[in-house]
């Protein structure tokens, strides 16, 4: 009966061991299942970005309004017919900026 005790405590121990220490163990499960969520977040993100081309790609098939807003957006285009204005305002120094709000601040305080 001691024989069988023995030999089940060394095959505890030796199972024991396997299960802690070894490859594919608990530490190697643990670690496993943080990189299977990492790479869950990694597919959801990468999901939504399908998604959203997807929608842009069915857009850009259907519709000439998104083409036309890409155009301008993106390359500068215009209609025929419209014309481009471009505002460009002189460049202040900061004394001169902070003499120009202090006087806006003035003016919109007398008006009141």
Known sequence: MKKIAFVLLVL???LQYKI??????VPEVLQLQQEVEQVKGEVQQLQERN????A???DLKKGL????????SEMGMIKQGEVYYQVIEPEQDESSADE????TLKSTDERR
């Open 56 to 58: 842009e790609v069915k």
């Open 65 to 72: 309004d998104a083409i036309e807003e890409r155009a301008r």
């Open 20 to 25: 802690w220490l070894q490859d594919g163990g």
């Open 12 to 14: 505890l121990i030796w």
């Open 51 to 54: 998604a959203s081309l997807d």
């Open 100 to 103: 120009h709000k202090s006087k």
